[in-house]
Nanobody, 123 residues
């Protein structure tokens, strides 16, 4: 499966953004999709993931209550709605996909990655 992340941009603290992850392939609905982010000089960190059945969603503590992950399997697209953005949310955001659906918080559990989209939040 090939992934294309989009929707990043420059916003002010408190604003919202919605990231999209468009996937190719008919089997997208079988994949767990994760969002990760990486700020300069830092390791890539888990943000959120959604299982194939949509009901299984997970969030990092730093975004819980502000971000919402979702997916539309008919459109082969996953989304990350980001509200109440903070400057510390600034990073390149990547979407990723894995078929097995285990260790969802670990980047090395994902076989497929999108190219990343930059999110910058000014104070």
């Amino acid at each position: 499966v090939q992934l294309q992340a989009s929707g990043g941009g420059l916003v002010q603290a408190g604003d919202s953004l919605r990231l999209s992850c468009a996937a190719s392939g008919r089997t997208f609905k079988s994949y767990t999709v994760g969002w990760f982010r990486q700020a300069p000089g830092k390791e890539r960190e888990f943000v959120s993931s959604v299982g194939w059945n949509i009901q299984r969603t997970y969030y990092s503590d730093s975004v819980k209550g502000r971000f919402t992950i979702s997916r539309d399997n008919a459109k082969n697209t996953a989304y990350l709605q980001m509200n109440s953005l903070k400057p510390e949310d600034s990073a390149v955001y990547y979407c990723a996909a894995q078929l097995i659906g285990l260790n969802n918080r670990r980047p090395d559990a994902y076989s497929y990655w999108g190219q990343g989209t930059q999110v910058t939040v000014s104070s």
